[in-house]
C-alpha cells in the first residue's frame, strides 16, 4: 500500500526564482494539505486542497500557491523565493470529513541560497 | 486561534524505562482532536496515537498511553518500556472539529533520546 509520495527529495535553488514541489497521496485518499517545516521548529500549515479547489489557507503570502489534480496529487508553488523559504516541505492526505489523522510524506528539502 | 505548547525541547530515557513528554494546548472550543507524531531521522511524521475530545477515556497504542486533562487542556504522551527506535522528534498537534477547519495545529517539538 504506497504511502505519500513527495518529489524532489532536495532541491537548492537562488533566491528570486520559482520552484514547483509534488506530492501524490495515499491510495484512497482524496485530501491533500502542505505544511511548512523550518529547523527546529514544528510544521506550519499551508493550505488543504480538495475537489481540486483550496479548502483552509494558513498564514502564508500569496507567493505560495498550490493546485489539485483529478487524480488527487497535488503541487506545491512558491514565486519569488527568499532565504525565508528555506525549509522542510512536507505533504498529508487523508480522506475528506475523516477524523484519524492525516499520513504524512517524507518532505521536500528545499534550500535558497 | 490554537496554539499548543511542548515546554520541553529535549528529554532522555533509559532503555526499558518510562518517559513522559508534556504538552498544553489552548482553545475556545469543546471539540476536537489530539495527535502526537512522531518524527524520525528520516523525516516522515508517524502518527503515534489520537484522541477525541468527547472521550473521556485515555487512548492506548500498545507502549504509548496519553493522560488527557481537558479541563486542564493537557495531554500528555507515556511512552512504557522505551526502546531504541522509539528516539525521535516528537510533536503534539491540535486539529478542530469544525467542518472546514481541519488544519493541524503542531507544538514545537521534544527530542527524545534512548540511552542504552
Known amino acids: 500500500d504506497a504511502g505519500v509520495t513527495q518529489s524532489p527529495t532536495h532541491l537548492i535553488k537562488t533566491r528570486g526564482q520559482q520552484v514547483t514541489l509534488r506530492c501524490s497521496p495515499k491510495s484512497g485518499h482524496d485530501t491533500v494539505s502542505w505544511y511548512q517545516q523550518a529547523l527546529g521548529q514544528g510544521p506550519q500549515f499551508i493550505f488543504q486542497?480538495?475537489?481540486?479547489?483550496?479548502?483552509q489557507r494558513g498564514n502564508f503570502p500569496d507567493r505560495f500557491s498550490g493546485h489539485q489534480f483529478p487524480n488527487y496529487s497535488s503541487e506545491l508553488n512558491v514565486n519569488a523565493l527568499l532565504l525565508g523559504d528555506s525549509a522542510l516541505y512536507l505533504c498529508?492526505?487523508?480522506?475528506?470529513?475523516?477524523?484519524?489523522?492525516?499520513?504524512f510524506g517524507s518532505g521536500t528539502r528545499l534550500t535558497v541560497v | 486561534a490554537q496554539t499548543v505548547t511542548q515546554s520541553q525541547p529535549e528529554m532522555s530515557v533509559q532503555e526499558a524505562e518510562t518517559v513522559t513528554l508534556s504538552c498544553t494546548y489552548d482553545t475556545s472550543e469543546s471539540d476536537y482532536y489530539l495527535f502526537w507524531y512522531k518524527q524520525p531521522p528520516s523525516r516522515q511524521m508517524i502518527l503515534v496515537i489520537r484522541q477525541e475530545a468527547y472521550k473521556q477515556q485515555n487512548a492506548t497504542e500498545n507502549r504509548f498511553s496519553v493522560n488527557f486533562q481537558k479541563a486542564a487542556k493537557s495531554f500528555s504522551l507515556k511512552i512504557s518500556d522505551s526502546q531504541l527506535g522509539d528516539a525521535a522528534m516528537y510533536f503534539c498537534?491540535?486539529?478542530?472539529?469544525?467542518?472546514?477547519?481541519?488544519?493541524?495545529?503542531f507544538g514545537t517539538g521534544t527530542r527524545l533520546t534512548i540511552i542504552p
Open positions: 486542497y480538495y475537489e481540486e479547489e483550496e479548502r
Open positions: 498529508a492526505s487523508t480522506t475528506f470529513g475523516a477524523n484519524y489523522g492525516y499520513t
Open positions: 498537534a491540535y486539529r478542530s472539529a469544525n467542518f472546514g477547519n481541519e488544519k493541524l495545529t
